[in-house]
């Protein structure tokens, strides 16, 4: 399968450097160098994943991803010279699928370019999901609450199918993060009760069969 790459970054060297190495991988790679020519690229042309930084000149990466994810599931990582735990998870609060800390080898974000793409291509299709008030069309990857289709970040939508194709299971929270982030991510739990809370906060309390498991995760009833 081919993939489109969107960088938007302002340091030259690191989009080209980025370009050629996903060009050699069999990517597409479109370019910007600030934050509203990126929102442009964006919204005229399709686009697989968007990797962007978050000081960029005028429109900063968090003001872009805000815009992004108005109407947009595509997915993002974050370019940030910040490693508190804090701004990490200010990302994932606004949406963003994961992060990478500058300064950063070329090759390692390449890697992690490539498994986010590889897991969205082996996301388990189950059967449609129905319940009293969810239900979740897999092959077009809508979701409906009480016949409403709401709207999900990628992330959110990877994990809500998690706890789906897991029901009745108690789950880690590393468990979650190994199977909905990645084996390779390297971050806090946190980052699991940040993305469960945004979930929680669309599908709504009531609709959610989602049940906390103190000091240890969390659960997806669902009626045997």
Not at 52 to 74: A, F
Request: aromatic fraction near 8%; glycine fraction near 6%; hydrophobic fraction near 45%.
């Amino acid at each position: 399968m081919s993939y489109r790459v969107l960088i938007i970054e302002d340091e030259i060297k690191i989009r080209r450097v980025l370009k050629d190495y996903l060009i050699i991988e069999g990517i597409e790679v479109l370019e910007a160098g600030d934050g509203i020519s990126g929102l442009q690229l964006f919204k005229n042309e399709k686009v697989d994943l968007i990797v962007l930084d978050i000081m960029l000149p005028g429109v900063n990466g968090w003001e872009v991803l805000k815009e992004i994810r108005k109407n947009s599931k595509v997915l993002v990582l974050m370019l940030t010279a910040k490693s508190g735990e804090e701004d990490n998870l200010q990302g994932y609060a606004l949406g963003a699928d994961d992060y990478i800390t500058k300064p950063f080898r070329i090759k390692v974000l390449v890697a992690k370019i490539l498994a986010m793409l590889k897991r969205t291509d082996e996301i388990e299709e189950s059967n449609d999901f129905v319940n009293q008030h969810i239900a979740v069309d897999q092959t077009s990857k809508k979701v409906y609450v009480m016949g409403e289709e709401i709207c999900l970040t990628k992330k959110e939508y990877d994990l809500l199918i998690y706890f789906m194709n897991n029901a009745n299971v108690a789950l880690s929270r590393t468990q979650i993060l190994d199977n909905v982030w990645g084996n390779e991510y390297i971050g806090a739990e946190r980052s699991v009760d940040a993305c469960v809370k945004r979930l929680r906060a669309k599908v709504g309390e009531n609709h959610l069969p989602l049940i906390a498991v103190r000091g240890y995760g969390y659960r997806f009833e669902v009626a045997k």
